[in-house]
């Protein structure tokens, strides 16, 4: 055993002898010059070193260097600049001399991916074939080799053309490649723009072997998360796991086997995009869940009414001024070209439950087309055909809406509108505005559309109680019968609606049940929420008393007036004026048939005269 302790100190003093020896007689400075040569060989990038280059030994032999620089022909700023470099070499290849670097690392650097930093020829220049040749081992008098990258608490800023920066911080990227150019990186950063932040890890696997005209990635793992303004308070965070590959020549990033999940909605499917001046998408995903509760905000006009009824605001605003300076709505729409469909299971969005949603779509330079979109809620079925033509500063909107037996009610709630109506809605219209939002749609919409509706029920008054309690009231001869359901029921009702800016206009509205039938017209404010409508309502049931009289109200159409806040409504009946003209009328007969019985005497020629005055 002191025997091997001692050979192993021996060897050790050897080792470290032979390196310090190495150090001291290599000098790191004498790579400075091949470096800068080969990499300007190979990429014709141009390498600068500030500061003499200086060994570190423990744990690695390395070589430092000061502040460091690479920059593009013709570029104005670099594209890598960093305070720190470091590179990790092999030891034994310094005996051949040759520097074989196994890592090279950065630390503090900022990469610039932005149009000052591309490069660029001399004006009337020739340009040579892309990419250069590299010279040939045996007449190298170096060998120069990485496969192994790091670059920690970094800044990558990006820019496409004129467009707005992108930074991205505390960027941290391990890469490590063999000889087959098959790589595994590991990387991290956080995103800051426009009120919000993105955070994000992912490792994947890379297959560099026909880089730059094909490039392969297996991303195993992508965590995310997003918060800030216009975003739920909890922010959005998830998961992802996909294959992508990049083709050059055709300047195309495809993804296929994706698997993403965003809170509690989960997303699947495969993809492509050209790369062109105007990228072109083209989509086929599918969804087991799409929770937009969890995804995105109310509109504005929702949350309005959220915050008067006391509760808390759903996520942090944007800052006035953010929020006041828009671009042309919908302008994004004009960059690119896309063909996508879609598939959810199931869609959550303003407590409805959506189910087998399938849409279909296509924007052409800002004319988005969609030739599909409908889906299933509760008992009933919905389409909603449409296009949004954003190619102008103006947009404009167009839908083409079929519901079929769809709880009213739930979409009113929905909504927010503060009517407990229910029943079964079918409807069929033509509708077109200026932005796709509830706001919008109440304020600024028009359109038409033929609306039925079956078993509905009106909570909060009954036409029918409303009507034999007045006459009741008036007239002695009858009595109501004692109905204590405070809501009017029928069993089928239609209307022809149109609805303009904010103005919802009923005509030709019908409606029956056993008991009763109506008849009547009306507006609906849906900006002030307020109503004004005119029925005439026939009640045919549930009269007790004078057999004539019943039989009259029976037959008789009562006017009534149903105006007011859709919270606190108020009705007008005119039912005294109904039951005075009908005693007139009555009278009047009666009168009139004692005259023809006496047309012969005085008394009856001079009735008859006075009844015709009448």
């Given at each position: 055993m002191r025997r091997l302790l001692t050979a192993l100190m021996i060897l050790l003093v050897v080792f470290f002898a032979g390196l310090s020896a190495l150090v001291l007689l290599v000098n790191p400075n004498d790579f400075r010059a091949y470096m800068v040569r080969q990499v300007e060989a190979?990429?014709?990038?141009?390498?600068?070193?500030?500061?003499?280059?200086?060994?570190?030994?423990?744990?690695?032999?390395?070589?430092?260097?000061?502040?460091?620089?690479?920059?593009?022909?013709?570029?104005?700023?670099?594209?890598?600049?960093?305070?720190?470099?470091?590179?990790?070499?092999?030891?034994?290849?310094?005996?051949?001399?040759?520097?074989?670097?196994?890592?090279?690392?950065?630390?503090?650097?900022?990469?610039?991916?932005?149009?000052?930093?591309?490069?660029?020829?001399?004006?009337?220049?020739?340009?040579?074939?892309?990419?250069?040749?590299?010279?040939?081992?045996e007449e190298r008098g170096w060998s120069f080799d990485i496969s192994r990258l790091k670059v920690a608490d970094s800044l990558l800023v990006f820019q496409h053309e004129d467009e707005e920066q992108v930074t991205v911080r505390s960027l941290n990227l391990q890469m490590e490649q063999d000889e087959k150019h098959q790589a595994t990186v590991e990387m991290s950063a956080r995103v800051n723009r426009d009120q919000r932040d993105l955070t994000f890890s992912l490792t994947a696997n890379l297959n560099a072997a026909d880089y730059p005209q094909r490039l392969l990635a297996s991303v195993s793992q992508f965590n995310w998360q997003l918060q800030g303004a216009d975003l739920p308070r909890q922010g959005i965070s998830g998961q992802a796991t996909f294959q992508a590959q990049w083709q050059e020549p055709s300047k195309t990033l495809s993804f296929t086997q994706l698997n993403l999940k965003a809170n509690d909605s989960t997303l699947s499917g495969q993809g492509s995009v050209v790369l062109t001046?105007?990228?072109?998408?083209?989509?086929?995903?599918?969804?087991?869940?799409?929770?937009?509760?969890?995804?995105?905000?109310?509109?504005?006009?929702?949350?309005?009414?959220?915050?008067?009824?006391?509760?808390?605001?759903?996520?942090?605003?944007?800052?006035?001024?953010?929020?006041?300076?828009?671009?042309?709505?919908?302008?994004?729409?004009?960059?690119?070209?896309?063909?996508?469909?879609?598939?959810?299971?199931?869609?959550?969005?303003?407590?409805?439950?959506?189910?087998?949603?399938d849409a279909q779509l296509a924007n052409d330079a800002g004319l988005l087309t969609l030739s599909k979109l409908e889906g299933q809620l509760g008992d009933g079925k919905l389409s909603l055909p449409g296009s949004l033509d954003a190619r102008n500063d103006v947009p404009h909107a167009a839908f083409s809406a079929q519901i079929e037996n769809i709880e009213v009610g739930s979409i009113l709630k929905a909504f927010d509108y503060?009517?407990?109506?229910?029943?079964?809605?079918?409807?069929?219209?033509?509708?077109?505005?200026?932005?796709?939002?509830?706001?919008?749609?109440?304020?600024?919409?028009?359109?038409?559309?033929?609306?039925?509706?079956?078993?509905?029920?009106?909570?909060?008054?009954?036409?029918?109680?409303?009507?034999?309690?007045?006459?009741?009231?008036?007239?002695?001869?009858?009595?109501?019968?004692?109905?204590?359901?405070?809501?009017t029921t029928l069993e089928q009702f239609s209307a022809a609606a149109t609805l303009d800016n904010g103005a919802l206009t009923l005509k030709a509205m019908q409606g029956r049940s056993s008991l009763l039938a109506l008849t009547g017209e009306g507006t609906l404010d849906l900006v002030r929420e307020q109503c004004d409508t005119r029925f005439n309502v026939q009640v045919s049931g549930g009269w007790q008393g004078d057999d004539k009289l019943v039989a009259w109200l029976k037959e008789t159409p009562v006017p009534?007036?149903?105006?007011?806040?859709?919270?606190?409504?108020?009705?007008?009946?005119?039912?005294?004026?109904?039951?005075?003209?009908?005693?007139?009328?009555?009278?009047?007969?009666?009168?009139?048939?004692?005259?023809?019985?006496?047309?012969?005497?005085?008394?009856g020629k001079d009735l008859k005269k006075l009844l015709d005055k009448l």
């Open positions: 190979r990429s014709g990038y141009q390498l600068k070193l500030d500061g003499p280059l200086r060994w570190h030994v423990w744990p690695q032999l390395s070589i430092l260097s000061n502040r460091m620089s690479l920059t593009a022909p013709g570029a104005s700023v670099p594209v890598v600049s960093a305070d720190n470099m470091r590179l990790d070499v092999a030891l034994l290849p310094l005996l051949s001399h040759r520097l074989e670097v196994r890592q090279v690392m950065l630390k503090g650097a900022v990469v610039q991916l932005t149009p000052q930093s591309e490069e660029r020829h001399p004006q009337g220049a020739p340009v040579g074939p892309k990419g250069g040749v590299a010279p040939r081992e001046d105007e990228p072109q998408w083209n989509l086929d995903l599918h969804a087991d869940l799409l929770n937009f509760e969890n995804l995105v905000v109310a509109d504005a006009a929702t949350d309005s009414r959220v915050r008067q009824q006391g509760q808390g605001q759903p996520s942090l605003p944007r800052p006035v001024v953010a929020s006041e300076v828009e671009e042309a709505q919908y302008s994004e729409l004009r960059g690119f070209t896309a063909r996508a469909t879609v598939h959810a299971r199931s869609v959550r969005w303003r407590g409805l439950e959506f189910k087998n949603v503060p009517i407990a109506l229910t029943g079964k809605l079918s409807l069929n219209g033509e509708f077109e505005g200026d932005r796709i939002d509830a706001k919008a749609f109440r304020e600024r919409w028009a359109g038409q559309a033929s609306v039925m509706m079956t078993d509905s029920r009106l909570e909060g008054m009954n036409f029918q109680q409303l009507i034999q309690q007045a006459v009741a009231r008036s007239n002695g001869g009858v009595k109501a019968q004692q109905d204590y359901d405070n809501a009534l007036r149903v105006y007011g806040p859709w919270q606190q409504l108020n009705y007008n009946l005119e039912v005294d004026d109904m039951l005075r003209k009908r005693l007139q009328n009555e009278a009047k007969r009666r009168l009139n048939d004692w005259a023809d019985r006496h047309q012969e005497s005085s008394k």
